[in-house]
């Protein structure tokens, strides 16, 4: 009874007890500011230990094609990353976290901090990550580094944004792909905001 009395407290708390925080991002962090266009937001875990996860984000099986498990790289070159190495990025000025997907999932809640590049406007946006057009197409010599994500292992939308940016010769070795997506941030109970939202 003890334990579900401070797990309360904690909720109830919020991110002024984020240092006592029962439910921490690993040993050492119970939550990390971001930055964002309209200020810091607070990423931290739900802090209620009998939280699930609900509606289109505890769905197991979608039809394949379309929806089917993307490989843990989507293309040669290209980082793998984790939640931590994504909330490294999210902290990294020099790094550009990509929301891959459809303006309809985006408007659904994203990671803060991340931008939205549909990935069907990848290539045609890479002049936001330091390419420069030239006469061949793209010279991305002075590419930023980024990281890109869309719905989760079944979501195809960032791998396809990433075979596109690399084919347009933006240079794979900068690109991240935080393969879990926002399945996986959300399983985790980690924040979400809403597109324009703090």
Known sequence: MRLLT?????????PAAAD????????????????????G????R????????????ARTSRPCPEFCIQPMSPAPGVSTIGELELLD???DPEVVVIDSRTPDWYLGGTIPGAVNVPYTE????????????DFDGW??????RVALFCNGLWCGQSPTAIRRMIEA?????????????MQSWRVLGLTVTEPGGS
Do not use: M
Request: hydrophobic content about 40%; proline content about 5%.
């Open 139 to 144: 010279d991305c010599s002075s590419a930023s």
């Open 20 to 39: 006592d925080a029962a439910v921490k991002i690993d040993k050492d962090r119970a939550s990390v500011i971001v930055p964002t266009p309209s200020g």
């Open 169 to 181: 010769g933006f240079p794979a070795e900068n690109i991240s792909y935080y393969r879990g997506g």
């Open 41 to 44: 937001v607070e990423v931290s």
């Open 122 to 133: 990848a290539v045609d946006r890479l002049g936001e990550i330091g390419c420069e057009i």
């Open 46 to 57: 739900i802090q209620d230990p009998d939280h699930e996860v609900t509606g289109e984000w």
């Open 89 to 91: 990025a999210l902290e």
């Open 6 to 14: 401070l797990f309360a407290i904690a909720a109830l708390a919020g």
